[in-house]
């Protein structure tokens, strides 16, 4: 058994500079449970410090989370800061291309600033408990009603407490060099809220990370804050000019700052 480990202990290295697959899947294994073990780490400092379920919770789990980019060899670089420096609630949306999207949502998250995310995510171990003990919002996605009722709440408690969500309006990881027409559930919950919508663009991951070709190299993200687009004197009515809105001013972000062309393969349908 010794001298499996060894055996082990050498070939692992081996791999690593001679494998892109096994570096994909060394990346992604290591990756997940690094995460389940931070979360691990991080639940009872959350429990201690809030008592529960807090929003606050959030400023502890950015703290233990920013260094996983670097043993992941990525690096953000970061424009638009300003935009962010907003009083009170705000919407802010972006592109969803991978569970890496995490990694920037933390590099650039603000106070008082939490998620929505699918429901599926509450059931993944400690990585569910943490995120629920910092306010993030569940949402079932396949029953439309639940979620449209969530997504109330969610508007009523962002003007109680004074907090601000981060939501993908794709609605699901896409990696196809554009983006997905957007739901629009982000769109009724500012309007309902009357609060500002603050879009954020991550730049293109196809240069380092390739899912069906199982790549996962170095790389560099560029993540762009986009300025504010109001919201206040919209009704339900103004939702579909409102995505459509955010949703060409992203895109055309998100083909600059990847390096794109114009044309791409995306849909602009909604």
């Known amino acids: 058994m010794d001298a499996l480990w060894v055996v082990l202990a050498m070939l692992v290295p081996v791999l690593l500079c001679t494998s892109s ?6 990346k992604k294994c290591f990756y997940m449970a690094w995460m389940m073990i931070l979360a691990a780490i991080t639940i009872p400092i959350c429990v201690l410090k809030s008592g529960g379920r807090d929003v606050e919770n959030m400023r502890i789990i950015r703290f ?3 260094h996983v980019k670097y ?3 990525l690096r953000f670089e970061v424009s638009g800061w300003q935009h962010f420096q907003l009083e009170g609630p705000y919407v802010i ?4 291309q991978s569970s890496l999207d995490v990694l920037g949502l933390i590099e650039v998250l603000p106070d008082r600033c939490t998620s929505i995310a699918k429901k599926e995510l509450m059931y993944a171990g400690t990585v569910g408990l943490v995120c629920w003990l910092g306010g993030v919002v569940f949402i079932n996605r396949k ?15 962002m003007l109680d407490e004074q907090i601000r969500l981060w939501i993908f309006p794709e609605g699901t990881r896409n990696q196809k060099g554009d983006l997905l027409p957007f739901k629009k559930g982000a769109f009724h919950l500012a309007v309902q809220a009357q609060v500002p919508i603050i879009p ?3 730049s293109s991951y196809n240069n380092f990370y390739l899912r069906k070709e199982k790549q996962f190299n170095s790389g560099t993200i560029k993540l762009k804050i986009l300025p ?3 919201t206040k004197g919209l009704s339900s009515d ?3 000019a409102l995505s459509e809105k955010c949703y060409q001013v992203m895109r055309s972000a998100f083909i600059e700052i990847s390096g794109m062309t114009g044309d791409s393969n995306g849909s602009t349908g909604h």
């Open 143 to 157: 029953k439309t009603d639940t979620a449209k009722s969530v997504m109330g709440e969610a508007a009523k408690t």
């Open 228 to 230: 504010k687009i109001e």
């Open 200 to 202: 954020v663009v991550f």
């Open 93 to 96: 949306i972006s592109n969803h």
């Open 71 to 73: 043993l992941l060899g």
């Open 64 to 66: 233990m989370v920013r």
């Open 21 to 26: 697959t096994f570096v994909f899947y060394f």
């Open 238 to 240: 103004d939702v579909s």
